[in-house]
């Protein structure tokens, strides 16, 4: 058994849900922030046979695309300033990390 922890941007997450849902996977949804944007993330938790692994890791690529997106720059506040772009750049965003950890004993109660 492993357990799949995806960390999806929240534009992703309801059509993540939706795909799990139809594909009989059982998920736990936790709010998170990312630290680079500062914005809001879902978190995935799945346990699953080590059989379904690769039909999860497909549901989750099929629904968790990058893009490119405009960002506003956050001031330096009281640190070096001669990094600092006053005008909004284009970043990556989306996708999914996810880790697959091991599961030595699942209970439910």
């Given amino acids: 058994m ?3 922890m ?10 993540l849900s939706d795909a799990l849902i139809d594909a009989d996977f059982r998920a736990t949804k936790l709010a998170s922030t ?3 944007l500062k914005a809001g993330n879902t978190t995935f938790l799945i346990g699953t046979e ?13 629904n968790c ?3 490119e997106q ?19 750049v284009e970043v990556q965003v989306g996708g999914a990390t996810v880790f697959v950890l091991p599961v030595e004993q699942f209970e439910q109660f």
């Fill in 2 to 4: 492993k357990l799949v």
């Fill in 6 to 15: 995806a960390v999806v941007q929240d534009k992703d997450s309801n059509r």
């Fill in 34 to 36: 990312g630290g680079f």
């Fill in 50 to 62: 080590d059989e379904k692994i690769e039909t999860l890791m497909e549901i989750i690529k099929e």
């Fill in 65 to 67: 695309k990058s893009r």
């Fill in 70 to 88: 405009l960002v506003a720059p956050i001031s330096p506040m009281g640190g070096n300033a001669d990094s600092y772009v006053p005008y909004p």
